[in-house]
T-cell receptor, first 114, second 113 residues
Framework: ETGVTQSPTHLIKTRGQQVTLRCSSQ?????VSWYQQALGQGPQFIFQ???????GRGNFPPRFSGLQFPNYSSELNVNALELDDSALYLC?????????????FGSGTRLTVV | DQQVKQNSPSLSVQEGRISILNCDYT??????FLWYKKYPAEGPTFLIS?????DKNEDGRFTVFLNKSAKHLSLHIVPSQPGDSAVYFC????????????FGKGTMLLVSP
């Protein structure tokens, strides 16, 4: 049973550019949640996808968007990158929507915006 | 407005002793609480959880206590081991609402031999 895989592990982008981060969910998991962890902060909820539909969204602007595919893998897209978007982006998959189903986190993608 | 607070950025404990990590919350709608451990360059790993209908949950060396009236929970690790050195995050959720976790800023635990 493979865990949650995120790619790339690190990347550097220039302000104003667009970025796509990818997440392969654990086998049997139909729900993917994305979190942003800025330096010195706890992870902050961006949005969740359940069976290819957005199922909840945190306090992030529309330039943060996502997709979930039929195999339950997911993408996080960020347009018009800003310096404050520099953070660790974490993906978590689970067999159901609620946290009591058990979230499995990936190791994250470290995004640096210069 | 921080709804989950971990007021101690760091904690140092000797091997074999008890580690106590604290967490406070402000949102009375939270009814499910979790602790995660995070090593550098890894994602958070689930440790233990507790529902608001309980005041204690135990799993091996880890025990979580919940005081609903004080809106406070704590994680006890007994005995502490050097491998426990990591950042510990407290998280809370409202199971009847949005399917999201609200995290604290974390406490870095250092267990010295």
């Amino acid at each position: 049973e493979t865990g949650v895989t995120q790619s790339p592990t690190h990347l550097i982008k220039t302000r104003g550019q667009q970025v796509t981060l990818r997440c392969s969910s654990q086998s049997g998991h139909n729900t993917v949640s994305w979190y942003q962890q800025a330096l010195g902060q706890g992870p902050q909820f961006i949005f969740q996808y359940y069976r290819e539909e957005e199922n909840g969204r945190g306090n992030f602007p529309p330039r943060f968007s996502g997709l979930q595919f039929p195999n339950y893998s997911s993408e996080l897209n960020v347009n018009a990158l800003e310096l404050d978007d520099s953070a660790l982006y974490l993906c978590a998959s689970s067999p159901g929507q609620k946290p009591n189903y058990g979230y499995t986190f990936g190791s994250g993608t470290r995004l640096t915006v210069v | 407005d921080q709804q989950v607070k971990q007021n101690s950025p760091s904690l140092s404990v000797q091997e074999g002793r008890i580690s106590i990590l604290n967490c406070d919350y402000t949102n009375s709608m939270f009814d499910y609480f979790l602790w995660y451990k995070k090593y550098p360059a890894e994602g958070p790993t689930f440790l233990i959880s507790i529902s608001s209908i309980k005041d204690k949950n135990e799993d091996g060396r880890f025990t979580v206590f919940l005081n609903k009236s004080a809106k406070h929970l704590s994680l006890h690790i007994v005995p502490s081991q050097p491998g426990d050195s990591a950042v510990y995050f407290c998280a809370a959720s409202e199971l009847g609402g949005y399917s999201t976790l609200t995290f604290g800023k974390g406490t870095m635990l250092l267990v010295s031999p």
